[in-house]
């Protein structure tokens, strides 16, 4: 819905009303502030909760002008592995609210099929899953404004291509089904929360996002540049089987990232053939497109 001037009107500190077409004055809570907005959309989330949200576009956050660049990796252990040594984790639940889910999933199995219990049980759940999701989106929040912040360019993995190298590994090292599953689960959530923050920043920081092809930043060492598949030890340790450089695998892959161009050209150089130590093509021949808005 369009807003129109005088249809959003603060009523006082905490609390605020719409005007919603065929029904009239609603009052909602307040919960940040609403300029610029030119549409709203109310909907009812799986809790129960009724939301309006207000169709805001950020103001970019201006770049720090220290020419600095970083790296970011969608990680594995952690949400996001930044070339600065830095590992983020996006919260989720804690071990108390997971055990609770865990519990109320179980008496909702056992409820039966239409009964006001089985209700209760499912708003219950409904509401642990949207705390979830609202930590989550507030992570993404609080993460994008700080790396738009902090730097000129934010370069990230282009995941059309990580994601085919990373799925045809990860199977490996789940070993009872039930493991897989959930492994598989936090994969979605992670990929959900990883979509969102690229896209969070690229309206945070028009024109300062740049794509990398990745393809070879977890195998590539970024002290010495060799590319091999044999110099990750493990899904959390890179070690360079030429230098012997040891890093976290995620900081490993983000510090490649952050080279951009010259990591990608190395890579394919590699893969050609020719000698690893030759000159650095530095033709741009992946040149990230400046991202528009979303
Ligand atoms: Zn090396």
């Known amino acids: 819905m369009a807003v129109k001037p005088g249809d959003v009107r603060r009523v006082n500190r905490r609390w605020a009303r719409v005007r919603v077409p065929k029904v009239g004055w609603v009052r909602f809570r307040w919960t940040r502030e609403v300029s610029g907005a030119r549409s709203y959309r109310v909907t009812r989330d799986r809790a129960g909760r009724w939301h309006v949200a207000f169709a805001v576009t950020p103001a970019p956050i201006p770049a720090p002008g220290t020419r600095a660049v970083v790296g970011v990796d969608r990680g594995v252990v952690v949400s996001a592995a930044l070339s600065t040594g830095e590992l983020l984790s996006c919260p989720g639940l804690g071990a108390g609210e997971r055990a609770r889910l865990v519990r109320l999933q179980r008496r909702l199995s056992r409820a039966r099929r239409g009964s006001q219990r089985r209700g209760r049980l499912k708003v219950r759940i409904a509401r642990l899953r949207a705390r979830e999701v609202d930590r989550r989106k507030d992570w993404v929040e609080k993460t994008g404004t700080d790396l738009a912040r902090r730097f000129d360019v934010i370069r990230v993995e282009d995941l059309k291509i990580r994601r085919m190298t990373r799925s045809a590994r990860g199977s490996v090292d789940a070993p009872g089904t039930n493991v897989r599953q959930k492994a598989g689960l936090n994969r979605g959530i992670l990929a959900q929360s990883w979509g969102l923050l ?81 000159p650095v093509n530095r033709e741009p021949q992946h040149h990230a497109p400046i991202p528009t808005g979303v």
């Open 198 to 278: 690229v896209a969070r920043l690229k309206e945070k920081a028009p024109g300062r996002v740049e794509k990398v092809p990745a393809a070879y930043t977890s195998q590539r060492c970024s002290a010495c540049g060799q590319v091999a598949p044999g110099n990750r030890e493990s899904q959390a340790v890179f070690r360079c089987v030429v230098c012997g450089h040891t890093a976290n695998a995620d900081v490993n892959a983000a510090m490649n990232i952050a080279l951009g161009d010259i990591a990608a050209g190395r890579a394919v150089t590699a893969r050609g053939g020719a000698a690893l130590a030759g």
